[in-house]
């Protein structure tokens, strides 16, 4: 599979060199076609809107369902387009922003280490590039050698590989931070007397099945929810806090730090998870289209 790779990867590097508002063309054409013609999901996205929003009429789902859609497109073209960003080229388009710095700097520095909960809203893609977002060209207190970026290795060995490039393509210097989330739990322990900052997606279904898995009220919705970050959190006495991603305009992304707990060990996973879908959903309720509803987070209810 190593020519299908370099090709694949050829063709996505060429592609990124191209200015930003280029893909947001193209992300046009990727949105009609993955909602009108391949018809990609449609049928779980509205069955997820019409679960999570049972106050709103069938027109105004397929209106969120829409505006979804058109930001899927957007998502893509703006993940191709970082897999060819430079710290100086993300200087320039400043597609994220940082606010709430200071309270994360805070729990850092007042506790061992820091998990950040994140999901699927905003561009998850975009969360490698944490340290090539300072752009005022400051050293700040959070770089490579103490981010920490967790992922759930893809099915595709190629694919992997590619997205691993595509995801920390602005780094210069190496970065062991990219952590498989199978290897979190070895790797904090190893690293528990340096503080670092763990950064966990973590509203998916959980990975592995328990025999009495954590149910929380999410969306309307009894929802078995991953419990590995709060545990690890609990465990090593982290703080914790969550990861708000509102989108400004197309483009244009905010990274909000807002703190859940500065112990956990002081917690229940319950109460910290609890507290983690409390805050998405808020955020969920301001801008609908702008969480992945094609995944079928509820699949106790949606199987």
Known sequence: MIIPRVIVRSLMRL?????LRVHYAFARVVSWLAEK???YRVADVMVNLGRSFPERDYSELKTICHRF???FGNLVAEAVWFGGS???RLHRQRIVEFDGLDELTRLYESSPSVMVLMSHSGNWELYGGFASFNYTGKPMIFDNSNVCIVY???SSKMWDEIM???RLAPMTEPFEGYLESRRILRYAIEHRNEKKVYNFITDQYPYFSKKDPLHVSFMNQDTVTMTGAADLARKLGMSVCFLSTPEVERGKYIFRYIPICQNASESTSEEIMSKYYALLEEDIRKQPWNYLWTHRRWKIVNQ
Not at 15 to 19: D, I, N, R, S
């Open 69 to 71: 859609y058109r930001h």
């Open 37 to 39: 013609v391949f018809r």
């Open 152 to 154: 759930l290795q893809q």
């Open 86 to 88: 430079s710290a100086r």
């Open 164 to 166: 691993r490039r595509n």
């Open 15 to 19: 592609l990124a060199l191209l200015p």
